[in-house]
């Protein structure tokens, strides 16, 4: 192996303390701490153990979390009925609902009724549009995580290739957002698309964001590339990634784990927006690049 570990689990920590020193000058200037509401509906297994790591971590940092379990067979019109009531309570700055949702519910429906100004997963189209266009809004968790991680160990981005594997709403749309503001030269490519390892050749980065274990292997990739892999797949022999690591970590200069790549960063980033949407909700300045 010759590419260097990024080391996700270490560098959330170190954002979820950044997050906690921020919340008492926040406490101070409004009265109140940050508070962010998490809705789970159903039994998930996993959903349930994020959702609990969420309220575990919002409270370690010194803010509120208020959690909602509701019953899989909660109709769409509760579940709408509870949003309108977290957008209405001022002790409620994030809101986030736990995806996926039973399918009996849509879930663009009930993603649409989030105030945008308390949608710290950023999932609601005007903060898409908002990150389209380069205004101020929420970035969706997962994305701006792997840019955190890229970040730190490239610097700045600009004209570096990228490729970004996957298109979805939640990664790969937003993904390719930041590292197109972020300067780099952005490909995006998906399961239609024909000959993926003719893109993967070039590219100094590369996202993977497909949900396929094992997908991306080593010999398609630039040597020295920094890879970056969002794919949590439980398989029989556990959890692994997008990324069939072993061959690509032979030929990548550094690359994310699963676990402990970019799946904690996630958490990490929605602490980090809870605390940017308080500052916003409260009237309470936040000095630029300190979070
Ligand atoms: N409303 C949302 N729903 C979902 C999101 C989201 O950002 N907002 N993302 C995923 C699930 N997710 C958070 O909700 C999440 C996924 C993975 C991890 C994580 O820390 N993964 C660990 C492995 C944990 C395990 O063993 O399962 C890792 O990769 O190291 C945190 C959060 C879908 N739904
Ligand atoms: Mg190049």
Same mark, same amino acid.
């Given at each position: ?98 995806? *996926?949702?039973?399918?009996? =519910? #849509? ?11 308390? !949608? /710290? +997963? ?100 630039? *040597?020295?590339?920094?890879? =970056? #892999? ?11 990634? !997008? /990324? +069939? ?47």
């Amino acid at each position: 192996m010759t590419a260097d570990i990024i080391d996700g689990k270490a560098f959330a920590a170190g954002l979820r303390a950044r997050v906690a020193e921020l919340v008492p000058a926040f406490q101070a200037a409004a009265g109140r701490v940050p508070g962010l509401a998490v809705v789970l509906v159903g039994e998930d297994p996993a959903s349930a153990v994020y959702v609990r790591s969420k309220g575990k971590q919002t409270r370690e940092c010194g803010m509120e979390s208020f959690e909602h379990k509701l019953p899989a067979e909660t109709t769409q019109e509760a579940l709408i009925a509870l949003v309108d009531q977290l957008n209405a309570d001022p002790a409620v700055d994030g809101i986030l609902v736990q995806l *996926p949702l039973p399918k009996h =519910i #849509d879930e663009q429906a009930v993603l649409l009724r989030i105030n945008p100004d308390k !949608d /710290v +997963d950023g999932f609601h189209p005007v903060n898409a549009g908002r990150l389209a266009t380069g205004l101020h809004g929420f970035v969706p968790c997962t994305p701006l995580g792997c840019l955190m991680l890229l970040e730190d160990r490239l610097g700045d981005l600009t004209g570096l290739d990228a490729v970004v594997i996957g298109r979805s709403n939640i990664v790969g749309k937003p993904m390719a957002a930041l590292l197109t503001r972020a300067s780099a030269t952005v490909t995006i490519v998906h399961s239609r698309t024909r000959n993926l390892p003719h893109y993967l050749k070039h590219a100094d980065i590369v996202v993977a964001a497909v949900g396929r274990a094992h997908f991306v292997k080593g010999e398609w990739l630039k *040597p020295g590339a920094t890879v =970056i #892999d969002v794919g949590i797949n439980r398989t029989d022999a556990g959890l692994v990634g !997008d /990324v +069939d690591f072993d061959s690509a970590a032979s030929v990548a200069g550094a690359i994310t784990p699963v676990p402990g790549g970019v799946g904690p960063m996630t958490i990490a980033c929605l602490l980090r927006n809870t605390l940017v949407a308080a500052h916003r909700n409260a009237g309470v300045a936040l000095e630029k690049g300190v979070i």
